[in-house]
């Protein structure tokens, strides 16, 4: 079997890719080794409540995110943030303390001390820093803003968004580019922040939204345009360059032929794949590492607790030494999570913190998130509904050093002609991120299949 382009690994980056792609007019294979497609983009229907196993939002803010959508055919399936969040929640002492979702939220809440309050505002007098130094987030944050917002706010913000991270670990030019380039433009990120805003600039942030049936309508929706051209439980052996491309080793499945390659896998997969044809890219790609998370979903009856939920979440400080990283409510978020008088609360556990912790057995998991929610939210009951999925492999962390990784995974293309990476370890893992990321690998693919056919129709001129 041939094909134009063979595209290796089924979750978004992979299906999106391979879409784009097809939507081009090329002809497509993407090979998924699960029988499942869709990778962590995984919702699930428990007795009238909806279980997002992986991620649970898109950011509308990323116009890849409402292109897809649009072209889909998904609009009237989508649903934005529900209008009962008032409040952004951090555990302080054991207790969660709420913080008014405005500009000034955290300069009126008490989770701060007054000292650390009057330090953000004291940010437009710190001096510029280098623009070559590789700062970790913590150490950018707490230059700018001081110890305790770094340690109290920041750090638990990247445990959320990066399955467990601590932010004196990870690169804040790799993961927060935006809050580098306003200090390096305007000497200051707030000043940097009312500029952008003057000049009717989009700000760091988001404007989030999902769809009725949750984050996997994208994935098989994705994969319906594809029609055929998916096949799952196909184990991708090893796979080599060819005169006319490369062939793709499927083991008892047979060979496949292929005129350039997309891997969409993660990153250690990536690099098993690629140690022969790019032994340089492989090693930039076996530095990624990804530590294991399990995601805890609980639902219960309304009068069963006690907290108004009225926020997207909870997020956690490593100080506060709790096993949970961050929570979502889930039914405050969007509409249709759990059935008419119940609430869904999800619990995140592991990551680089606690690894070991998010391998417990399912049951052990739930009674540690029962017991959190007992004292966090005042759940005065067993829940109805409990699940728990368990990810071996979590989110990429965006380690020091981690723009130089990148730089040469992108380049290996240079190297292998025809051989093309894409993932939620290029520029974030956002769903929304991933689906851009991918366009970008579908243009670049696209752009090389169509210069090979110009010289091919050159030389057949001559």
Request: with cysteine; charged share 20%; proline share 5%.
């Amino acid at each position: 079997m041939r094909a134009d382009v063979i595209v290796i690994g089924g979750g978004v980056s992979g299906l999106a890719t391979a879409y784009d792609l097809k939507q081009r007019g090329h002809s497509v294979v993407l090979l998924e080794r699960q029988r499942q497609f869709g990778g962590s983009a995984v919702s699930e229907r428990l007795d009238g409540f909806l279980m997002e196993h992986g991620p649970s939002t898109m950011n509308a803010l990323v116009p890849a995110a409402n292109e897809f959508s649009q072209d889909l055919g998904l609009e009237n399936l989508r649903c934005d943030l529900g209008d009962g969040i008032r409040k952004r929640y951090l555990v302080s002492g054991g207790q969660l303390s709420g913080i008014g979702m405005g500009a000034f939220g955290f300069l009126t809440a008490s989770y701060l001390s007054p000292w650390a309050r009057l330090r953000i505002l004291l940010e437009v007098l710190v001096p510029h820093g280098s623009p070559d130094a590789d700062e970790s987030v913590m150490e950018f944050c707490a230059r700018r803003f001081g110890r305790e917002f770094a340690e109290r706010v920041m750090d638990p913000m990247v445990a959320g968004i990066y399955g467990g991270g601590r932010a004196a670990e990870l690169s804040v030019a790799a993961i927060f580019p935006m809050l580098v380039a306003l200090e390096e433009k305007y000497g200051s990120v707030t000043l940097g922040i009312m500029h952008r805003r003057r000049e009717g600039g989009k700000m760091p942030g988001s404007r989030l939204f999902s769809w009725r049936g949750g984050i996997g309508t994208l994935a098989s929706s994705l994969a319906l345009g594809l029609g055929d051209d998916v096949r799952t439980g196909v184990a991708v052996r090893r796979f080599s360059a060819s005169p006319s491309g490369f062939e793709v080793d499927l083991g008892r499945d047979g060979r496949m032929q292929g005129r350039a390659v997309v891997i969409a896998t993660q990153a250690h997969v990536a690099a098993q794949l690629i140690a022969d044809v790019d032994p340089s890219g492989a090693a930039a790609a076996a530095q990624i590492q990804a530590p294991p998370l399990a995601v805890v979903f609980l639902g219960y009856r309304r009068g069963d607790v006690a907290h108004p939920l009225d926020g997207l979440g909870f997020l956690t400080a490593e100080a506060e030494n709790q096993n949970i990283l961050g929570s979502q409510f889930n039914s405050t978020m969007f509409p249709g999570r759990a059935p008419d008088g119940h609430v869904a609360v999800s619990a995140y556990i592991g990551g680089v913190r606690a690894p070991d912790l998010a391998r417990r057995p399912a049951a052990e998991l739930v009674d540690l998130v029962r017991a959190e929610f007992g004292d966090l939210l005042g759940v005065s009951a067993d829940p109805v509904v409990a699940k728990v999925r368990h990810w071996p492999v979590g989110l990429p962390q965006y380690g020091a050093g981690h723009r130089a990784l990148i730089d040469q995974l992108s380049s290996c293309h240079d190297r292998q002609s025809g051989l093309f990476l894409t993932g939620n370890y290029f520029a974030g893992p956002s769903v929304a991120t991933c689906l851009s990321v991918a366009q970008k690998t579908a243009q670049a693919t696209h752009e090389y299949l169509r210069g090979n056919d110009q010289i091919a129709a050159q030389r057949a001129v001559i």
